[in-house]
């Protein structure tokens, strides 16, 4: 079964500077990738994904970049600001379009 | 366009009582997902649809929980009874196709005391 990991558990840092988040998964044979954002009592977003040809994605301050074949991805925040305190989830897809989550980083932007 | 919508967004019941969760998927969407989430975890399959079909229930207790998805478009989860153990967020999830991107709904919160 696949296992996915993700460190740190939490983190904290003052607005404006710019932060990784890492994940690492077991299994190399994955479909795609996902980075996820949750807010709070609320549901998740879907920040980026990369499928498994591909080496990172870009959407904003985001950048998401993928190996799969030593099974890590990171999640890298350009100029934090204090609205992007989130939990961010990593989640890779197998060839039968399951989800497997990591438990996710707490990010706190402190102002 | 809407997102995925789920309802309730909170529910209390006591142990041995039954419950049930309600989501539309996004229009057009043929894959619908039910995950759960306990706290401090990330999401876990419960199920997945294709269209009417159950494709993947092999993390569902179906002593308990049941589903449904009459005509592909909405599902409904059902829990009897419930336990003191089922006390988590249910989240549904839809897709354009199988492999795409997900898009989660808000979340059903449930407390079993």
């Known amino acids: 079964k696949q296992e996915v990991t993700q460190i740190p558990a939490a983190l904290s840092v003052p607005e404006g500077e710019n932060l990784v988040l890492n994940c690492s998964f077991t299994?190399?044979?994955?479909?795609?990738l996902q980075w996820f954002r949750q807010d709070p009592g609320k549901g998740l977003t879907s920040l980026l994904l990369?499928?498994?040809?591909?080496r990172e994605q870009t959407s904003g301050r985001l950048n998401a970049s993928l190996d799969k074949s030593s099974g890590r991805s990171t999640l890298y925040i350009a100029a934090s600001q204090p609205g992007d305190s989130a939990t961010y989830l990593c989640?890779?897809?197998?060839?039968?379009?399951?989800?497997?989550f990591g438990t996710g980083t707490r990010l706190t932007v402190i102002p | 366009e809407a997102g995925v919508v789920q309802s309730p967004r909170y529910k209390i019941i006591e142990k041995k009582q039954p419950v049930a969760f309600w989501c539309n998927p996004i229009?057009?969407?043929?894959?619908l997902y039910w995950y759960l989430q306990n706290l401090g975890q990330g999401p876990e399959l419960l199920i997945r649809?294709?269209?009417?079909?159950?494709?993947?229930d092999s993390q569902l207790p179906k002593d308990r929980f049941s589903a449904e998805r009459l005509k592909g478009v909405d599902s409904t989860l059902k829990i009897q009874p419930a336990e003191l153990g089922d006390s988590a967020v249910y989240l549904c999830?839809?897709?354009?196709?199988?492999?795409?991107?997900?898009?989660f709904g808000p979340g059903t919160r449930l407390t079993v005391l």
């Open positions: 999830a839809s897709s354009l196709v199988a492999g795409g991107r997900q898009f």
């Open positions: 299994d190399s044979a994955i479909y795609n």
């Open positions: 990369i499928q498994s040809s591909q």
């Open positions: 989640a890779v897809s197998t060839g039968a379009n399951n989800l497997f």
């Open positions: 229009s057009g969407h043929n894959t």
């Open positions: 649809y294709e269209n009417e079909e159950a494709v993947d």
